[in-house]
């Protein structure tokens, strides 16, 4: 059950974003880090859902994405 394409997927995502947190934590203050790492993560999953599994995105859900993708931006500019 364990060696398949997804599961070893899941596990490299996994291991990216713990190296990726590892890496944020030493340039940007706690706050700052924590919520890039949940747009990201979240960003991903919207991903997963559109190419993977063919879901559609809703006018509500689309503007969701571009706000978090806003945030991410003024967030990099305001503590660069």
């Known amino acids: 059950?364990?060696?398949?394409?997804?599961?070893?997927?899941?596990?490299?995502?996994?291991?990216?974003?713990?190296?990726?947190?590892?890496?944020?934590?030493?340039?940007?203050?706690?706050a700052t880090a924590g919520v890039i790492y949940a747009v990201v993560s979240s960003l991903l999953?919207?991903?997963?859902?559109?190419?993977?599994?063919?879901?559609?995105?809703?006018?509500a859900e689309s503007t969701g994405v571009v706000m978090a993708i806003v945030a991410v931006v003024l967030l990099a500019r305001l503590t660069a």
């Not at 596990?11 to 203050?29: E, Y």
């Not at 999953?45 to 995105?57: A, H, P, S, T, Y």
């Open 1 to 30: 059950p364990f060696l398949n394409l997804w599961f070893l997927l899941g596990l490299a995502n996994i291991g990216a974003f713990a190296v990726v947190w590892v890496l944020l934590m030493q340039t940007m203050k706690l």
């Open 45 to 59: 999953l919207v991903c997963i859902g559109i190419f993977i599994f063919d879901e559609k995105l809703s006018g």
